[in-house]
Nanobody, 123 residues
């Protein structure tokens, strides 16, 4: 199992970044995909999540932390086994290491983490 994140970096306030997470080694459609972040000295927090489609082809319900609503968009591409996080109007308080997470939609104790990608918002 692998979750490989990319797309982090340094950006000025008001700028944009797009994070990507490529998944392998498990059945992507059966997993809820999420982005978490952890700022220095703070606990890891859920940023955004998108449900899997299972075998029905129906899914993709999204949820966001209040702090990122209307600025961040999570999406998934089943063909590429990729989940992305489009981040617009970035603020200094968005500075953190962002982690990709995959959690089975039925067996919630089965979950996987990526290694993280650092986002720094600073002028």
């Amino acid at each position: 199992v692998q979750l490989v994140e990319s797309g982090g970096g340094l950006v000025q306030p008001g700028g944009s970044l797009r994070l990507s997470c490529v998944a392998s080694g498990f059945t992507f459609s059966r997993y809820r995909m999420s982005w978490y972040r952890q700022a220095p000295g703070k606990e890891r927090e859920l940023v955004a999540t998108i449900t899997g489609t299972g075998g029905t082809g129906i899914g993709g319900t999204t949820n966001y932390a209040d702090s990122v609503k209307d600025r961040f968009t999570i999406s998934r591409d089943s063909a590429l086994s990729t989940v992305s996080l489009q981040m617009n109007n970035l603020k200094p308080e968005d500075t953190a290491v962002y982690y990709c997470n995959a959690r089975h939609m039925i067996i919630a104790t089965t979950d996987f983490w990526g290694q993280g990608t650092r986002v720094t918002v600073s002028s």
